[in-house]
């Protein structure tokens, strides 16, 4: 099954990748997780989008295209993948459409998370990862069941992303507003759109997102 999760920043896209991709044997491809483990390594790639993320712009189409043609045509996409944060843009879809149709492969779904402004600021800011295997946290609507230790591999740093501010979340919901939500109706007009609340607690968004899935399998 391939899917696309859509939604603004902090909306619950990599939660929910992550906990669907365990449960389901996807593959999860957040763009914005390949773009910091660039920045990180520091390649060509990561020079050109650290500023650009720091900023919260969108990063240019060719580089992010690129980057999902390569990751979607290796072997462990087969068995199907969860596209987290890609595509962002009408060219990114439309890229998209086509890298699929050259694979001989097809979209399932793209579910869509609806969630208030306000809640997308409070998530964000109260987010932080485990440092060492990037399992995803937050200071109230996701602690680790013993304080400072990583549920998933018993790390005790953590980390925070540098655009998780208040300034550089503003830019990133403009972003995507402007940039992102013609792709509701994009998918929507292909029949492909289903939409969740996103407001829900992070278990029962996941179990509204299993539901659809069972759906679309029948
Ligand atoms: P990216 O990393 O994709 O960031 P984003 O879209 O801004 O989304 P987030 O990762 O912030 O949010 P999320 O929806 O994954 O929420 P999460 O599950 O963590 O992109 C970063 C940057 O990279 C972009 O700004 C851009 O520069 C660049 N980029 C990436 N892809 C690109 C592309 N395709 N084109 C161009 N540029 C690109 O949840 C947030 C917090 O809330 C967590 O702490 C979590 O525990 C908590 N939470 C989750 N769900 C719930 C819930 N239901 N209730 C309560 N809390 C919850
Ligand atoms: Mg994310």
Do not use: W
């Not at 929910?16 to 914005?32: D, K, N």
């Not at 595509?87 to 579910?111: C, F, G, M, S, Y």
């Amino acid at each position: 099954m391939n899917l696309i999760l859509l939604g603004p920043p902090g909306a619950g896209k990599g939660t929910q990748a992550a906990a669907i991709a365990a449960s389901r044997g996807l593959v999860q491809l957040s763009t914005g997780d390949m773009l910091r483990a660039a920045v990180k390594a520091g390649t060509e790639v990561g020079k050109q989008a650290k500023a650009i993320m720091e900023r919260g712009d969108l990063v240019p189409d060719e580089i992010v295209i690129r980057i999902i043609d390569e990751r979607i045509g290796q072997p462990d996409c087969e068995n199907g993948f969860i596209l987290d944060g890609f595509p962002r843009t009408l060219p990114q879809a439309a890229a998209l459409d086509k890298l699929l149709a050259d694979r001989n492969k097809q979209l399932d779904l793209v579910i869509e998370f609806k969630v208030d402004d306000a809640a997308l600021v409070e998530r964000i800011s109260g987010r932080f990862a485990c440092a060492k295997c990037g399992a995803g946290y937050h200071d109230k609507f996701k602690q680790p069941k013993t304080p400072g230790v990583c549920d998933a591999c018993g790390s005790t740093e953590f980390s925070r992303r540098a655009d998780d501010n208040a300034e550089t979340v503003k830019n990133r919901l403009m972003a995507y507003y402007k940039e992102t939500a013609p792709l509701i109706g994009y998918y929507f007009a292909k029949g492909k759109l289903k939409s969740i609340d996103g407001m829900a607690p992070i278990d029962q968004v996941t179990h509204a997102i299993e539901r659809l899935l069972a759906e679309v399998a029948a």
